[in-house]
């Protein structure tokens, strides 16, 4: 079974520190995908990487940063953390081989970042 | 830009059959997918459509009609742990590999 993986299932943060969301996938998948999903606005991606050290933005990277170290490992940083951050953050993997790379993602549990 | 329309809540009997619709509006387009996410829970692939026409997964069922930029999900037979919400999603082509942009779900509520 794929597995995708989140540091924390919870976090609270205060207005202005810097924060980490990690995500670590072990099925030796390409792309890995950030985003995040607030109430009637489904999901937006903020950033997704096709391949170590390789990042590309999605449709709301503003105040967002990524780092692709590992292949296994995509995380996620705020600069500095702001109120409309709160949300809940969801990570994802895929392989770009075969079809499948076109359409199926695999979640892991998501993350949600409250920010005071 | 890119646009996704889907219904925001549908409401449906067990047993009864449901269809949950999604129109689109983007660039570089190839398939269309489902996902399912019950509450408090990471979403779920379902199923895909890259050409015209239906494909059946078990009680699910998807349909694209490239031409009409329009796809539905119709879920037959329906259960109680049907209740979650449903996203279309299309693929596109990024500057450097594929991605998907989703709608904002339909939130689907079964009663007995």
């Known amino acids: 079974d794929v597995k995708v993986t989140q540091s924390s299932r919870y976090l609270v943060k205060r207005t202005g520190e810097k924060v980490f969301l990690e995500c670590v996938q072990d099925m030796d998948h390409e792309n890995m995908f950030w985003y995040r999903q607030d109430p009637g606005l489904g999901l937006r991606l903020i950033y997704f990487?096709?391949?170590?050290?390789?990042?590309e933005k999605g449709d709301i990277p503003e105040g967002y940063s990524v780092s692709r170290e590992k292949k296994e490992r995509f995380s996620l940083i705020l600069e500095s953390a702001s109120t409309n951050q709160t949300s809940m953050y969801l990570c994802?993997?895929?392989?770009?081989?075969?079809?499948?790379?076109?359409?199926?993602?695999?979640f892991g549990p998501g993350t949600r970042l409250t920010v005071t | 830009g890119q646009s996704l329309e889907q219904p925001s809540e549908v409401t449906a009997v067990e047993g009864a059959i449901v269809q949950i619709n999604c129109t689109y509006q983007t660039s570089g387009f190839y398939g269309l997918s489902w996902y399912q996410q019950h509450d408090g829970g990471a979403p779920t692939f379902l199923s895909y459509?890259?050409?015209?026409g239906l494909e059946e997964t078990g009680r699910f069922s998807s349909f694209l009609s490239r031409s009409d930029s329009y796809g539905y999900l119709l879920l037959q037979e329906l259960q109680m742990k049907d209740s979650a919400s449903y996203f279309c999603a299309v693929s596109l082509r990024g500057d450097s590999s594929y991605k998907l942009i989703f709608g904002s779900g339909t939130r689907l509520l079964v009663r007995p």
């Open positions: 994802a993997s895929s392989s770009p081989r075969g079809a499948g790379g076109l359409y199926e993602q695999y």
């Open positions: 459509n890259a050409l015209d």
């Open positions: 990487s096709y391949d170590v050290k390789m990042k």
